[in-house]
């Protein structure tokens, strides 16, 4: 499987307003949409790393060379949730709080960064960086009201599984 295959299975099932009709937990049904941003160039995710010295994982950095960021599964304001992948510049912005904010280095490691977060559920998608530069898979974090659980996965896989459950927090099943 790659970012690739992943990203243009999910653009076939969307129509031209890069919506689907999905159903949920429960029956519900629902018409959302993934809302894609402009792709960002290898000289900006070089320039992440030099700036903050953290290693944005490859499959990362595959997704934000197609999009960077998207919401996904987005309600549209009809007040259900959706998950956002940040932008590049979102991420910044939260290590740049992170450095300045004594609640962020007493709650997360620093090697942590903010790669996510579902709204709606105010839960988080963190990625270890140190797990990524010694070449681990499994550096994905998820936190939901300060309980931390660290996923057995990288970005890749998440993100299938993601799509697959159309938007579900599967992790916590």
Known sequence: MSIELILTALNKRLDKENSIIIQRENGEILNVTCDWNCPISNHELQEFTLKTQHVLPKELCLFLKHSNGA????????????FEIFNLSQILNYIHEYETNIYYQSAYDKN??????YRGYGDYMFVD???????????????????????????????????????????LW
């Open 71 to 82: 919401k996904l599964f987005n309600d549209n304001g009809l007040g259900y949730d959706f």
């Open 112 to 117: 942590w960064f903010m790669m996510g977060n």
């Open 129 to 171: 960086s140190q797990k990524v530069a010694n070449g681990e898979d499994n550096y994905l974090i998820f936190v939901h009201e300060g309980d931390i659980q660290r996923l057995p996965m990288n970005f890749e896989t998440w993100l299938d599984r993601f799509i697959v459950t159309q938007g579900a927090r599967y992790w």
